[in-house]
């Protein structure tokens, strides 16, 4: 296993209390394997990618219990020192928003240039024209005259692909992609999916792509972790997820979907709210929005329960759901 | 037919580009709306789709008049409010509501729930007389499925779907027939999303609503509708009803527009057809001559630069009763060779 998380933990301290953020997550990736990271606002999705990339804001943030293990050794374990040249190079992220993650003062050449010069000791003049390889490689057009330009002279997408640029610049073996599509529109979107996807098969890279989207999951995922108030609650290949969800959370988000292909009057709704991270419901996170809740989940919180060889479920009642 | 709810016809809005500051001369004009027509009849849900830039967001400010157009008309039972001032255009504009995209900022964060969907009775006294007011504010929460007694709280001790309930209690304080909703759930979750889009279907069966719903996620926007008008770069370039435009596109950039569409099922991705546009869209204030997509069109030809093509039912198609046979703007409107 190229990245595996084991039961990690993150709190934040706020006004309010202790919000424990991420709760126990446990998935892992493979190199050359996309792994699918599913989430509503809140569930922690992102806290635990920058968990894992030593970009935790903290204090407030603070990694409590758990294990990071990539390629068998413990980030957490290791000093900053160690984990910032593992950054970049072994491992790196894509955001969301590539207008506010790039530097609006200095050049895309400069910043894609940097990657070089920290880490490989290069001269400025060699990263210049690395920086213009990158920016071909991902398909920006002009890009010897584009390369000095600064992010605002690009469009969305095009900030995108400088992002990914970024990311991919010293070939790392592991590639975080934190809702790198949110913000573009679908023409735009299927393009940049399409990019990445391609660079991952080139480079045989692992993928974690946390994101919101069923659509984009089903699109490119091989396995899919769901997570619901800081807990990984389900984990599947792509196929059997959407098939028979084996968690009722799962299947919901799947049915309140609405489709190109199927126009009801309805749409199937989970009633109530994702709770806050300073009040996670006892027992089961879940309980009180779901259908199939019973006595005990409200007081038991569920084991990851082994569905099959591949599944697992965070469910009293996997099998109904399974069933449903 | 009856007479439509709403008519706009050559809906144009350019924003003048100047330079020189004593010596003012326009150099140009984003022209984000660039001659829309559609209409809109009594109980119907007309959805808007398009890209960010394509002038969705201006037409619904113009349609509740917060941005004056710079030429066409918008016909609201058959008077053109575009012309209407004062007393006459403060009736018509209590009949056409709007409901935000952001429901973080559009609600002030100082104003109680209470003020918020109150406010506008301050404005239109009419339509409740003063006592009435609270009993009135709490009947919407109710119908919106917020608890009556919230009235007192802030829009920050709420979640982003709750407050987007308080935005459409709002735009049914003064008991509208038309709603025009720009965005309404793209901000929110997939879950409460759900909530929001059936909330929107009851009112309209309730309250015997219309609805301008605009949007960029196009399954949303086919769940919701009757008919669909697809816009491109400040006009519309496909219209139909919805069956029509999604499972018989004729204009390019519909098709392109459906295939890229992520479908939440991983089975389709290997018989999926996709079409991957190249190139951004072009900006507003340098419009390609003729054909607006033809920069991005793998159909375009000589004639597409030259002539612009008209929103009309294709020829082709003008026989029979073919669900092909709805308003394209292409001059080579044709069915994609595998449906999409």
Known sequence: ???????????????????????????????????????????????????????????????????????????????????????????????????????????????????????????????????????????????????????HQFS????????????????????????????????????????????????????????????????VADKIAVMYAGRTVEKAPVHDLYKSPAHPYTRGLLDSVPRLDQKGRELYAIRGLPPSTTSVPPGCAFHPRCPLAQDVCRTDAPALHRVDEHRVSACHFWRESLDA | ??????????????????????????????????????????????????????????????????????????????????????????????????????????????M?????????????????????????????????????????????????????????????????EIIVADEPVSALDVSVQAQVINLMGRLQDEFDLSYIFIAHDLSIVRHISDRVGVMYLGRIVETGRDAEIYDHPTHPYTQALLSAVPVPDPEAREHRERIILAGDVPSPTNIPSGCRFRTRCWKAQERCALEVPALAVPAVFRTGSDPAAHDSACHFAQEPVRPV
């Open chain 2, 112 to 176: 109680t729930v209470g003020d918020i969907i109150g406010e506008a009775y301050d404005i239109h006294p009419e339509v409740a007389p003063k006592g009435d007011r609270r009993g009135r504010v709490q009947d919407l929460l109710d119908v919106v499925g917020l608890n009556p007694e919230y009235i007192n709280r802030y829009p920050h001790q709420f979640s982003g779907g709750q407050r987007q309930r308080i935005g459409i209690a709002r735009g049914l304080a003064l008991r509208p």
């Open chain 1, 156 to 219: 969305g997408g095009m900030r995108q692909r400088i992002m990914i640029a970024m990311a991919m610049a010293l070939e790392p073996k592991l590639i975080i992609a934190d809702e790198p599509t949110t913000a573009l529109d679908v023409t735009v979107q299927a393009q940049v999916m399409d990019l990445l996807a391609e660079l991952q098969r080139e480079l045989h890279m692992g993928l974690i792509l946390i994101t919101h989207d069923l659509g984009v999951v089903a699109d």
């Open chain 1, 1 to 151: 296993m190229l990245l595996e998380l084991r039961d990690l933990h993150v709190e934040f301290r706020t006004r309010d209390g202790v919000a424990k953020a991420v709760d126990g997550v446990s998935y892992g990736v493979d190199a050359g394997e996309t792994l699918a990271v599913l989430g509503e606002s809140g569930s922690g999705k992102s806290v635990t990618a920058q968990a894992v990339m030593g970009i935790l804001d903290s204090p407030p943030g603070r990694v409590t219990a758990g294990e990071v293990l990539f390629e068998g050794r413990d980030l957490l374990k290791l000093k900053e020192e160690e984990r910032r040249k593992i950054r970049g190079a072994e491992m790196a992220m894509i955001f969301q928003d590539a207008l506010s993650s790039l530097n609006p003062v200095l050049t895309v050449g400069d910043q894609l240039g940097e990657m070089f010069v920290v880490h490989r000791g290069m001269s400025k003049k060699d990263a210049r024209s690395k920086a213009v390889e990158l920016m071909d490689r991902v398909r920006i057009p002009a890009a010897r005259e584009r390369v000095r330009q600064y992010p």
């Open chain 2, 1 to 110: 037919m009856p007479e439509p709810i709403l008519e706009v016809r050559g809906l144009v809005k350019h924003y003048p580009l100047t330079r020189g500051i004593v010596l003012r001369k326009q150099v140009g004009a984003v022209k984000a709306v660039d001659g829309v027509d559609f209409h809109l009849h009594r109980g119907e849900t007309l959805g808007i789709v398009g890209e960010s830039g394509c002038g969705k967001s201006t037409v619904a400010k113009m349609l509740v008049n917060l941005e004056k157009p710079t030429a066409g008309e918008i016909r609201y039972k058959g008077e053109d409010i575009t012309r209407l001032s004062g007393k006459a255009l403060k009736s018509v504009r209590r009949n056409i509501q709007m409901v935000f995209q952001d429901p973080y900022t559009s609600l002030n964060p100082r």
